[in-house]
């Protein structure tokens, strides 16, 4: 099984493909991985999708709102204190903090990838 994390993508987007399409058998031309590395980036996702009525009927904003910031960790401003602290007892009752890490920042950060956890 290959996981990947939002983070990882973000911090490395090239190396993460590299090693999905490894995992996967995908051969890609070396030539030809700016173009792919390009085309999976959260503006060109976005703008590849504008006008796309599904998305548009769906969400407020339509592919700008769906595919939003390109950001990950958000939800921690929108909890409340209660929230955070019912949030920070589940995890620390269910989750090693290697397991913890890698959930809230993921290989790179850790060092560790899930399989390694």
Known sequence: MTV???DDLLADLDGEMRRLGERLAIAVPDDAWPRVVARCSIDEMREAHRGI???DHHFDGGA????NKGTNGRWRTVLTDEETTAY???VSARL?????GWYEHGSLATGRRP???
């Not at 700008?64 to 595919?67: A, G, I, K, P, W």
């Not at 090693?96 to 913890?100: A, C, E, I, Y």
């Open 4 to 6: 990947l994390h939002y």
């Open 53 to 55: 009525e599904q998305l």
């Open 64 to 67: 700008d709102r769906f595919f």
């Open 88 to 90: 920070e007892a589940m």
């Open 96 to 100: 090693t903090d290697h397991v913890r």
């Open 115 to 117: 399989a390694e956890l």
